[in-house]
């Protein structure tokens, strides 16, 4: 498993391909799994990688709250797609084989320029099987909460204002109104997405821009369709 080089285009095209149904690396809630792959990646990805600089800008958001975030690092070479292999910052590894190319670099020059570029050819080939599946629409059911400030906030309002978030890809569904003390009730609404088109994180950013009813936005439930 891996991404290749997160510090070259081709490792970041795979990290952006990777991301194209996700918002996460790992789940559906930031973790450090996130937190692993975004400081291998170092720098904001290119605006041409929109999947891969949507999830650096989102992650980076956390940057105070990082070492708080659920889960337990791990080498890079656990995250990503199964058939790259991870060789971002990597030196020197083992060898099964005295006759193995080192695809990690080598001390002999004219070895390591074969090692670099085996790995483009490696990285070419996965974008190619990739590019050539069928495309498939993957979608998900999004169950979020919706919190107001207080009990005098105008719940119908609240809705509206939801609801009045339109984008391609985005169908709200059923919703209703929770207790949840004090005589505050929270809005928790359905919605179904398409994965490529609609974030959590995009979803976050535009219902809380109604910051005279909404205080907070929650995932409730996330699940695949």
Request: include cysteine.
């Amino acid at each position: 498993m891996g991404f290749g080089d997160l510090k070259s285009a081709a490792g970041l095209r795979v990290l952006n391909d990777f991301l194209a149904d996700k918002s996460y690396i790992e789940g559906y809630v930031p973790s450090q799994a996130d937190i692993a792959v975004f400081e291998a990646v170092g720098a904001p990805p290119p605006a041409d990688l929109f999947h891969a600089l949507r999830w650096y800008n989102h992650i980076k958001s956390y940057e105070k709250e990082k070492a708080s975030l659920p889960g337990v690092k791990k080498a890079l070479g656990k995250y990503g797609p199964a058939d790259v292999e991870d060789t971002t910052g990597s030196g020197a590894t083992d060898s099964k084989d005295d006759d193995d190319i080192d695809l990690f670099g080598s001390d002999d020059e004219e070895e390591s320029e074969e090692a670099k570029r085996l790995r483009e050819e490696r990285l070419a080939q996965y974008e190619s099987k990739k590019a050539k599946k069928p495309a498939l629409v993957a979608k998900s059911s999004i169950l979020l909460d919706v919190k107001p400030w207080d009990d005098e906030t105008d719940m119908a309002k609240l809705e509206e204002c939801v609801r009045s978030i339109q984008a391609d890809g985005l169908v709200w569904g059923s919703s209703k109104l929770v207790p949840v003390g004090y005589g505050i009730k929270k809005l928790q609404i359905q919605c179904v997405v398409e994965d490529d088109k609609v974030g959590t994180d995009m979803l976050e950013e535009q219902i809380t821009a109604f910051e005279d009813y909404v205080q907070s936005m929650d995932v409730a439930a996330f699940n695949k369709i």
